[in-house]
């Protein structure tokens, strides 16, 4: 080697030196709402990102109720196969990883909770009933549930064993619907970690060893960045509207911001705001699997209560729409096959319908009212009204009647400025009588 090769990779190797290491960095995101399409493709491209820009983790803070089974096992799929440690905390305290949110932090590389959080509850749930304590007969007679029950059992059972955690309990979680508080789930292997917050977990992971596609990974986060990854705009809009409550609120204000309009015709503002409604619901509806029973219920409540406006039945086929309403809003995501997502009863459901009610009743009200009321606008409602001859009747002439000049004809003759009373409109013409001036 030359004497200035050796010179230049001596001064290679000085600046090496002196330049800063570059800062490890932990990714961060936070799913809080359903697992949905939306926000596995969230996941999934935060660890696409994480894989690419050289993170030392993907951090996902998690909150959820559960979601759809098919978003789920997206999620778990790209979470085993991740380049990248994957760590899912369950935070803010309160929060829980119920359903779908079980099988994800199982299959995190790290799994964390906070204080006053749960796990647990895997069941594929119906709103008739079904569940993880149903009995043997429920199960006969529920074939689709049981199939579920069973797939799900399954795919619990491969990602505890894969992670190396209480395939007991996981299984148990599906069977049983069992739910436990973060210390319990530490006690019994089901989680790695209790931090209370983001410094603590990565103070007690750091230095831990992970599977990282059966190849052994260290992890070291002492002081490392944390990066949030924000969602994108469309995704959080449809991140939104994948929820059975939202899509249950924009049906019901859509089909009445409609019965409006096709009520009072030309009022515009109600039926543009329906339709925007029908609009974002039919995206909600792209997203979130349905059953055609239950909408064709809800679509039947509406045909009862426009019936209501024209047939005679007090008050029953209003009663009986209301009744569709609720049958059909509790059927519509009821599909424990390929979800455990269903529109809250109590909290949505029941306050949404009555709000509608309430509304299409004033609708129904002030129809009939106009029905009864007796006609004020038109050429019938001159009957009875009074006037002044202009240049007198002989027995055809003008008068002026409402504000108004008309031809009228009358059966005997009156003086110019004589008082008329309108007796009969036939056609453009009024047949008056004389009438003694006050």
Same mark, same amino acid.
């Given at each position: 080697?030359?004497?200035?090769?050796?010179?230049?990779?001596?001064?290679?190797?000085?600046?090496?030196?002196?330049?800063?290491?570059?800062?490890?960095?932990?990714?961060?995101?936070?799913?809080?709402?359903?697992?949905?399409?939306?926000?596995?493709?969230?996941?999934?491209?935060?660890?696409?990102?994480?894989?690419?820009?050289?993170?030392?983790?993907?951090?996902?803070?998690?909150?959820?109720?559960?979601?759809? %089974?098919?978003?789920?096992?997206?999620?778990?799929?790209?979470?085993?196969?991740?380049?990248?440690?994957?760590?899912?905390?369950?935070?803010?305290?309160?929060?829980?990883?119920?359903?779908?949110?079980?099988?994800?932090?199982?299959?995190?590389?790290?799994?964390?909770?906070?204080?006053?959080? =749960?796990?647990?509850?895997?069941?594929?749930?119906?709103?008739?009933?079904?569940?993880? #304590?149903?009995? #043997?007969?429920?199960?006969?007679?529920?074939?689709?549930?049981?199939?579920?029950?069973?797939?799900?059992?399954?795919?619990?059972?491969?990602?505890?064993?894969?992670?190396?955690?209480?395939?007991?309990?996981?299984?148990?979680?599906?069977?049983?619907?069992?739910?436990?508080?973060?210390?319990?789930? $530490?006690? %019994?292997?089901?989680?790695?970690?209790?931090?209370?917050?983001?410094?603590?977990?990565?103070?007690?992971?750091?230095?831990?060893?992970?599977?990282?596609?059966?190849?052994?990974?260290?992890?070291?986060?002492?002081?490392?960045?944390?990066?949030?990854?924000?969602?994108?705009?469309?995704?959080? $809009?449809?991140?939104?509207?994948?929820?059975?409550?939202?899509?249950?609120?924009?049906?019901?204000?859509?089909?009445?911001?409609?019965?409006?309009?096709?009520?009072?015709?030309?009022?515009?503002?109600?039926?543009?705001?329906?339709?925007?409604?029908?609009?974002?619901?039919?995206?909600?509806?792209?997203?979130?699997?349905? =059953?055609?029973?239950?909408?064709?219920?809800?679509?039947?409540?509406?045909?009862?209560?426009?019936?209501?406006?024209?047939?005679?039945?007090?008050?029953?086929?209003?009663?009986?729409?209301?009744?569709?309403?609720?049958?059909?809003?509790?059927?519509?995501?009821?599909?424990?096959?390929?979800?455990?997502?269903?529109?809250?009863?109590?909290?949505?459901? $029941?306050?949404?319908?009555?709000?509608?009610?309430?509304?299409?009743?004033?609708?129904?009200?002030?129809?009939?009212?106009?029905?009864?009321?007796?006609?004020?606008?038109?050429?019938?409602?001159?009957?009875?009204?009074?006037?002044?001859?202009?240049?007198?009747?002989?027995?055809?002439?003008?008068?002026?009647?409402?504000?108004?000049?008309?031809?009228?004809?009358?059966?005997?003759?009156?003086?110019?400025?004589?008082?008329?009373?309108?007796?009969?409109?036939?056609?453009?013409?009024?047949?008056?009588?004389?009438?003694?001036?006050?």
């Amino acid at each position: 080697m030359t004497r200035r090769s050796a010179g230049t990779l001596l001064l290679i190797a000085i600046v090496a030196l002196a330049l800063p290491a570059a800062a490890a960095h932990v990714n961060v995101i936070t799913v809080a709402g359903s697992i949905n399409p939306a926000s596995s493709d969230y996941i999934q491209n935060a660890i696409e990102t994480s894989e690419g820009d050289g993170a030392a983790a993907l951090l996902i803070e998690l909150d959820t109720p559960g979601g759809l %089974l098919a978003s789920t096992k997206d999620i778990i799929q790209a979470i085993l196969n991740s380049s990248v440690p994957v760590i899912v905390y369950v935070t803010p305290r309160g929060a829980w990883a119920a359903s779908a949110g079980t099988f994800i932090t199982l299959a995190g590389h790290v799994a964390a909770m906070a204080p006053g959080t =749960s796990i647990g509850a895997a069941s594929p749930v119906s709103v008739t009933g079904g569940g993880g #304590e149903r009995d #043997e007969k429920d199960k006969r007679t529920d074939v689709s549930l049981e199939k579920a029950e069973k797939f799900t059992m399954a795919f619990m059972e491969s990602i505890a064993k894969e992670r190396d955690r209480n395939v007991e309990w996981a299984l148990s979680a599906v069977r049983e619907a069992e739910a436990i508080t973060q210390d319990e789930a $530490l006690r %019994l292997n089901v989680i790695d970690v209790v931090a209370k917050d983001r410094a603590d977990l990565f103070a007690q992971v750091d230095g831990r060893t992970v599977q990282l596609n059966d190849v052994p990974h260290k992890l070291a986060l002492k002081d490392v960045e944390t990066r949030q990854i924000e969602m994108a705009g469309m995704t959080r $809009l449809f991140n939104f509207l994948a929820s059975p409550d939202v899509a249950m609120i924009l049906v019901m204000a859509g089909l009445l911001g409609l019965y409006i309009e096709f009520q009072n015709p030309g009022m515009l503002a109600p039926g543009i705001a329906g339709a925007i409604c029908l609009v974002l619901a039919a995206i909600a509806f792209q997203i979130l699997p349905f =059953s055609w029973v239950g909408l064709i219920l809800i679509l039947a409540g509406m045909a009862l209560m426009v019936a209501e406006i024209f047939i005679t039945s007090f008050g029953l086929l209003f009663v009986g729409g209301i009744l569709c309403f609720l049958l059909g809003g509790s059927m519509l995501f009821d599909m424990p096959e390929v979800s455990d997502l269903t529109v809250s009863f109590w909290d949505v459901l $029941l306050p949404t319908v009555i709000g509608f009610a309430v509304c299409a009743a004033l609708v129904v009200y002030a129809v009939g009212r106009s029905f009864l009321r007796a006609q004020m606008s038109g050429t019938s409602e001159m009957v009875g009204l009074t006037g002044v001859t202009q240049n007198g009747l002989s027995p055809g002439g003008t008068v002026f009647v409402r504000g108004e000049y008309w031809s009228a004809d009358a059966d005997e003759n009156v003086p110019p400025g004589g008082r008329v009373e309108v007796i009969a409109v036939e056609g453009m013409r009024l047949r008056v009588r004389s009438v003694p001036s006050r």
